[in-house]
């Protein structure tokens, strides 16, 4: 039996000229996903591990695939994986779609205390009580 529901993913954005951008390869299956139905939700969390700290940032709106930008592409690829002559020798955009989202506005929750100790020899995972880690 088949159950549409949310299709759930990350992935790596610029956010430029009051949008979100990002890439998907010609390979995956979100083109067609936002043919059928181009509402999304995108969430940036943002923490800060020593205190324990997520900052989620929750935004909605219509997606859409546009034609490659392949400026606007290098400059996405560039802050996550380094200049463009670091990449491989066969480059990633050959495959690559341009998606956008223009939110129509953000909504934020307040500060969630993890209490997360991994990465402090501690090898326990999830929250635990608040305060100092």
Do not use: N
Request: a positive charge; hydrophobic letters at 45%; charged letters at 20%.
């Amino acid at each position: 039996m088949a159950i549409s529901g949310p299709d759930v993913r990350p992935v790596w954005f610029l956010w430029e000229d009051g949008a979100f951008w990002w890439l998907a390869g010609s390979y995956f299956r979100l083109e067609q996903l936002l043919a059928e139905d181009s509402r999304v939700t995108l969430v940036i969390d943002t923490c800060d591990v020593s205190a324990g700290a997520v900052f989620p940032v929750t935004c909605r709106g219509v997606a859409e695939v546009v034609p490659l930008d392949r400026a606007k592409a290098v400059r996405k690829l560039t802050r996550y994986v380094g200049p463009e002559g670091l990449w491989p020798v066969r480059s990633p955009l050959r495959w690559m779609t341009l998606m956008t989202l223009r939110p129509g506005g953000f909504a934020s929750r307040p500060i969630v205390r993890l209490g997360c100790r991994m990465g402090r020899g501690d090898s326990r995972a999830g929250p635990v009580a608040p305060g100092p880690v």
